[in-house]
């Protein structure tokens, strides 16, 4: 049985950072390609960013380019997302996603989701 657990969202002041984690359980992590997407109330979700199995390759949406960091450990099983210069737009809830031997460049795809943690940014 597939897992995906996040960790890390909290309350934080405009400017700050935060990094938040994903532990998976249940699958051959490095067979899986990683995602980070978010979703406030109200909206549609958005994607942030994908890596590649090895962690070797990683792809953002334009909007996310340059406070958004992505990065996986595979002798953790663990995907990480590093926010910095945090605003109140940003607060959201955050969701990582698995996809088996998918493109890291695409938002679609993904099969299996974390239960979310909220980031909350306060101006």
């Known amino acids: 049985q597939v897992q995906l657990v996040e960790s890390g969202g909290g309350l934080v002041q405009a400017g700050g950072s935060l990094r938040l984690s994903c532990a998976a359980s249940?699958?051959?992590?490095?067979?899986?390609?990683m995602g980070w997407f978010r979703q406030a109330p109200g909206k549609e979700r958005e994607f942030i960013a994908g890596?590649?199995?090895?962690?070797?390759?990683?792809y953002y949406a334009d909007s996310m380019k340059g406070r958004f960091t992505i990065s996986r450990d595979n002798a953790k099983n663990t995907v990480y997302l590093q926010m910095n210069s945090l605003k109140p737009e940003d607060t959201s809830v955050y969701y990582c996603?698995?996809?088996?031997?998918?493109?890291?460049?695409?938002?679609?795809?993904?099969?299996?989701w974390g239960q979310g943690t909220q980031v909350t940014v306060s101006s």
């Open positions: 249940g699958l051959t992590f490095t067979w899986y390609v």
């Open positions: 996603a698995a996809k088996y031997l998918g493109t890291y460049t695409s938002s679609s795809g993904y099969h299996y």
């Open positions: 890596i590649s199995g090895s962690g070797g390759s990683t």
